[in-house]
């Protein structure tokens, strides 16, 4: 026997349903905006039919109908999607941070310029021309040394911005391993809020998005690699090592190298070493500690290596030129030999290191004090044998003010760069080399983070396809729960109106 309030229930179901759906449409709309959210929907399932089997069941054909309830606020969203999404981004932190870096180098080399390196050099060796054609000229003389003294400051700039730029580069590592601390610890309490009410049935849909967020954020930084475990919680693995496990985040933190004086990071108190993302690009830009072919420790990178070649300039710049200039005779030389042929040259070195405890190096070349002190004290003649020479006047002579600049153009075997690799070139051609590859893999992580990029772009339209929302669509469906709720308002009208009839109505007759 059905019951006279039957439809009264069946009515306030579709009332309480309908409703639950407007409240989510209207979470949907009111987040359309919000990063990381992901869209609702409220899934609606028939409530069981009434009688249920049993011993003494109605016999009646059929099963009544009870109305509806929502059994379950479902999130739309696609967990492919989310893992594809990740793994681009990671490669699209790797390039935009190499990018990013190079980029700034590029910036400090300031080549080709009038202004940069190689416009320095090259004035230095026409100033060494010059000066062999006019060798007692003072002025001559004072234009090779003013070159000489640009060629240092500038090479002593340039490893000044460089080594500024590692330090920071240095610094940014910290600053993204507290980064990651701080993701970890936010994924642990997140976990955690899962995990006390998903066991009692609730479905924390925002916690989820949240989380989410979180792990797409992480993943720029490091391959990220999720895990669910009970009660909707997760385990996170970045680069293959635990970082989040449930309610407990392992901590990353960083340790000054004392043999490199930079930043080494630790993951749970173990050494760490990014192997993809946004933190490798930096930790490699900034340079990463090893060994060379001598056992020696090194860092290298795409900073250090450009210092590295620099340093290597230098060094074989001040070799080439010292050796022929203490073999040469400057003015005062000459005067002296004039009165003794047999008197020893004063044999100066032209650069000199700044600091003599230290080896030769883009940081540590000036010209000699002596030469700074007296222009006279430039070689610019060859020493001739005084056994052998019929002659003692060398005014005029300017033959090793040419062997100087012809520098310029000879072959010599230079190490490139922290590789250990043997270069058979000149000293300006490795510069102009060392520059185009420069340009080039700056060239290349500009096109590989254009790549990537475009990859994140069209995996994240293809996720927003499944949980973005749009207002168009929630406006609809808006309006088709809205026009369900009307109708199970009117039912509920009617049953009372029919039950107004049967309770105030019948059993009046004759009154």
Known sequence: MRSTFHGIEVSKRGLFAQQSALN????????????????????????PGIPYPGLNNSTEPGLLGT????????????????????????????????RDVLQKVEGIMNEPSDTGLQKVMDELWKSWQDLSQNPESLSARAV??????????????????????????????????????????????LNRQIGDVVPHGYQPNDLYDQRDLLLD????????????????????TIDGKELVNGRNAVVMAVEKDATTGFNNITLGGEPFVPASGGLLGTFEARGIPGVDQNGQPIVSGPV???????????????????????????????????????????????????????????????????????????????????ATSTGVSFHGDGRNALAIAGLKFKTLSLTSG?????????????????????????????????????????????????SGVSIDEEMSEMVKYQHAYSASARVMTSMDEILDKVINGMGRVGL
């Open 418 to 466: 922290a590789s250990g690799a043997i270069e058979s070139t000149t000293l300006d051609d490795f510069y102009r080399y060392s520059i185009a590859q420069l340009g080039v893999d700056s060239q290349e992580a500009l096109r590989m983070e254009k790549n990537s990029e475009l990859l994140v772009g069209q995996v994240d339209t293809n996720r927003q396809s499944v």
């Open 144 to 189: 090779v040394r003013q070159r000489a003294i640009a060629v240092t400051e500038t090479f002593a700039a340039l490893n000044t911005s460089l080594t500024e730029l590692q330090t920071d580069l240095d610094n940014v590592v910290a600053s993204k391993v507290i980064d990651i601390n701080s993701m970890a610890q936010q994924l642990a309490n």
């Open 67 to 98: 109305g509806v309830s929502v059994v379950g606020l479902q999130r739309l969203r696609e967990d492919f999607l989310d893992v594809q999404l990740r793994t681009e981004n990671k490669h699209y932190g790797y390039w935009e941070a190499r």
């Open 217 to 236: 954020k992480l993943a720029k930084l490091a391959d990220v690699k999720v895990t669910n475990l009970n009660s909707g919680m997760i385990q996170v």
């Open 24 to 47: 989510t449409t209207g979470h949907n709309i009111s987040n359309a905006n919000t990063e990381g959210y992901t869209r609702q929907r409220a899934n609606m399932q028939a409530t």
């Open 304 to 386: 250090p290596d450009i210092i590295s070649k620099l340093n290597t300039l230098v060094e074989n710049m001040a070799k080439e030129v010292n050796d022929l200039h203490v073999k040469g005779m400057n003015l005062t030389d000459i005067e002296n030999r004039k009165a003794n042929p047999t008197a020893a040259l004063e044999a100066l070195p032209f650069f000199v290191q700044k600091d003599a405890t230290k080896p030769l190096s883009a940081s540590n070349m000036q010209v000699n004090p002596k030469i700074l002190g007296s222009l006279n004290a430039i070689a610019a003649a060859q020493a001739e044998d005084p």
